[in-house]
């Protein structure tokens, strides 16, 4: 079974940091293309990066552009959000999920695979 666990939430001041980790199990991450994706309260599910495989082209919301980074370290089988200069509206649970095919389509995988998990909460406040 493909499963994706998310880790590295927490609460942090505007302007801060936080780097999200998303850990494989039952599958290579470098064979397909891995999102990341944020549901605010009260609002739906949106993508906001997504990293292909092999080359690891790298893609991402304008509302997230410039200030988070997508990665991946393959030895650990793990993709990495990087968040910077985080705002308030950035507050959301983030999920992690894999694509079917190795490419993104736009800055989602294309035909997530993986089971949502719990995800992990990001607080933005003073």
């Known amino acids: 079974q493909l499963q994706l666990v998310e880790s590295g939430g927490g609460l942090v001041q505007p302007g801060g940091s936080l780097r999200l980790s998303c850990t494989a199990s039952?599958?290579?991450?470098?064979?397909?293309?891995i999102g990341w994706f944020r549901q605010a309260p009260g609002k739906e599910r949106e993508g906001v990066s997504c990293i292909s495989s092999r080359g690891g082209a790298t893609y991402y919301a304008d509302s997230v552009k410039g200030r988070f980074t997508i990665s991946r370290d393959n030895a650990k089988n793990t993709v990495y959000l990087q968040m910077s200069s985080l705002k308030p509206e950035d507050t959301a649970v983030y999920y992690c999920?894999?694509?079917?095919?190795?490419?993104?389509?736009?800055?989602?995988?294309?035909?997530?695979?993986?089971?949502w998990g719990q995800g992990t909460l990001v607080t933005v406040s003073s």
């Open positions: 999920a894999a694509g079917a095919y190795t490419y993104c389509l736009g800055y989602m995988p294309r035909d997530v695979r993986t089971a």
């Open positions: 039952g599958f290579t991450v470098d064979l397909h293309a």
